[in-house]
């Protein structure tokens, strides 16, 4: 069974780093879609960062140079960089990939087709 299990986030002040890392099991990322998101509105997440099978990597002009996502596939890890972090970013954090679907710019949180989601981990940002 396909599953994802994030680690990392917690508090910190703005202007501050954090890192988020998400191990995938049942499945490997060569392949796959992958993509990190926050949850916005309600159960509702939109997309941080998109990483396409080819490796190419594009992000929403509200992070854009602020978060960066890297990958290791020998261990199956993706992370997420974020630094220069606001209030604005406090949110709970989504890993997501798929192998045979899409995953969209915005997306129920938990849901979408042949999307696998980690369990969301809270990212606070404290002005």
């Known amino acids: 069974e396909e599953s994802l299990v994030e680690s990392g986030g917690g508090s910190v002040q703005a202007g501050g780093s954090l890192s988020l890392s998400c191990t995938a099991s049942g499945f490997t990322f060569g392949g796959a879609t992958l993509g990190w998101y926050r949850q916005y509105s309600g159960n509702q997440c939109k997309m941080v960062v998109l990483v396409e099978r080819d490796g190419r990597t594009s992000y929403p002009d509200s992070v854009k140079g602020r978060f960066t996502a890297s990958q290791d596939n020998a261990k199956n890890v993706m992370y997420l960089q974020m630094s220069s972090l606001s209030p604005q970013d406090t949110a709970v954090y989504y890993c997501?990939?798929?192998?045979?679907?899409?995953?969209?710019?915005?997306?129920?949180?938990?849901?979408?087709?042949?999307?696998?989601w980690g369990q969301g981990t809270q990212v606070t940002v404290s002005s």
């Open positions: 997501a990939a798929t192998l045979g679907g899409q995953l969209p710019p915005f997306v129920y949180c938990g849901q979408g087709y042949k999307i696998s």
